[in-house]
């Protein structure tokens, strides 16, 4: 048995037919094989379990004879420890890849489980090998990445790019769901070893509190008018008088809809229930006048869809609020409208959950913030009663200080009449003006 040098093994002549192998004597197990065609390869034999084993290293010259030695003494020490080399590089070769997951992750979960999977899709859809006219925001060369090539690392990078580039809110959905792919791929026993995605900090988010203004509300419903599909300008109506999620209108069904009891069932829901909605007579007018009751399951019926009926309006609201100069204004936001709206009539927040479905009363607490008349109302009485102090001590301090003066250099008389005078004072104190000198700074 010779020992192998790298002049040998370059010069080491081919056989006829078959392979040879030429074993090295200084690492027990390693070997040269060389075939008919002339293609080397380095590999390790030995018993495994009692059983020989041949297993290929690598090719040469990719692999060097001192790496190729150096790979055959860590296989003898795995096989010393109880292990199985070759069963591990099976499993390694048939290891499924981030692409395969997000298909069983489709299959298993979000599609039986999930009102929200074609969200999830959107954000995917790249890996699933249905690319859409935007890059999505999973990219598309994990598709073909094994599940244990993924890092922390990899997904922190892309939490922090998504970040940047699309936003807070996006980098933190997508955050979420690969947490949630990869957790269920330990539940299946797909994977081993700690979820990659978590440890990650997400971004903080603020509340939105927008909502449209009376001002803004006539020209929204103005701008709605002047979509030339009938679908969207309903559509859009009903959305500001009912306050549904943007899924559940999209997908309404006539059978739902009882007008009799004026009523429409929504028979499922984020908040994981039915949920039975009056219809007020706005509501009624738009839905009676609709072309599409009598002659299609859906009210939003779309010939084009998959699904049937109409399935995105981001487009139709861009043109609405464009028109409407309200550009900030999101979707989800005339939602919000009509719980600030009822909140500023004066509902309480119980019924404003009951009106928007919430299943945690956390979920309605932003129109605490949004009905400003109590805080006008604390904050009003507040201010009587601090000025109050000041009128009591300006009294007191009259009866008390003969020739005493205000401000304005008037004597402070304690005979003087109630009412003009002490009105004249407290309009005077510094909490109730502009002290000179500190006002606004002029513009223009």
């Not at 200084?26 to 094989?33: M, N, P």
């Not at 900090?201 to 203004?213: G, V």
Request: proline content about 8%; overall charge positive; glycine content about 8%.
């Amino acid at each position: 048995m010779p020992k192998l040098t790298q002049q040998f093994v370059d010069r080491a002549t081919t056989p006829a037919t078959g392979q040879r192998f030429f074993r090295d004597a200084r690492a027990q197990g390693l070997a040269l094989r060389v075939t008919s065609g002339g293609a080397k390869a380095w590999v390790w034999e030995g018993r495994v379990k009692g059983r020989v084993r041949r297993i290929t290293l690598g090719p040469h010259p990719a692999l060097s004879l001192s790496v190729a030695r150096d790979e055959a003494l860590a296989m003898a020490a795995a096989v010393a420890r109880g292990e199985d080399p070759a069963a591990a590089r099976a499993r390694e070769r048939g290891e499924l890849t981030f692409g395969g997951l997000a298909e069983l992750y489709f299959e298993r979960h979000a599609r039986p489980r999930k009102r929200s999977a074609r969200q999830d899709e959107r954000m995917l859809r790249d890996v699933l090998g249905r690319p859409g006219k935007e890059p999505a925001l999973i990219p598309a060369r994990w598709r073909h990445r094994r599940l244990s090539d993924l890092t922390r690392q990899d997904i922190a990078e892309l939490h922090a790019r998504i970040g940047r580039d699309s936003g807070h809110y996006a980098a933190n959905r997508g955050l979420a769901l690969l947490r949630t792919i990869f957790n269920l791929a330990r539940t299946w026993g797909l994977v081993s070893g700690d979820n990659p995605a978590t440890g990650i900090r997400a971004f903080h988010e603020e509340k939105r509190d927008r909502f449209l203004n009376p001002d803004e509300l006539s020209r929204a419903l103005v701008a709605i008018d002047q979509e030339p599909d009938w679908r969207w300008r309903a559509y859009f109506r009903l959305a500001l008088l009912l306050g549904p999620r943007r899924q559940e209108l999209l997908r309404a069904r006539w059978p739902e809809l009882d007008f009799p009891a004026r009523s429409w069932r929504l028979p499922t829901t984020k908040a994981g229930r039915p949920h039975l909605l009056p219809l007020p007579t706005p509501a009624v007018e738009i839905l009676e006048s609709l072309p599409s009751r009598g002659q299609s399951e859906w009210v939003f019926p779309s010939p084009t869809a998959r699904s049937g009926h109409l399935e995105e309006p981001k487009k139709a609201w861009q043109r609405i609020r464009e028109r409407a100069n309200t550009k900030d204004v999101r979707i989800h936001d005339l939602r919000r409208t009509l719980g600030s709206w009822l909140a500023a009539s004066g509902y309480g927040l119980p019924m404003i959950g009951r009106v928007l479905n919430h299943s945690q009363p956390s979920a309605t607490a932003v129109y605490a913030r949004l009905d400003l008349e109590p805080v006008r109302r604390a904050l009003e009485a507040n201010a009587q009663a601090m000025l109050e102090v000041e009128r009591n001590a300006a009294a007191e301090l009259a009866k008390n200080t003969p020739g005493a003066a205000d401000d304005e250099g008037r004597p402070l008389d304690r005979r003087q009449p109630k009412g003009k005078g002490r009105e004249r004072r407290a309009r005077a104190h510094p909490l109730a003006r502009v002290p000179a000198g500190r006002g606004p700074a002029p513009t223009g």
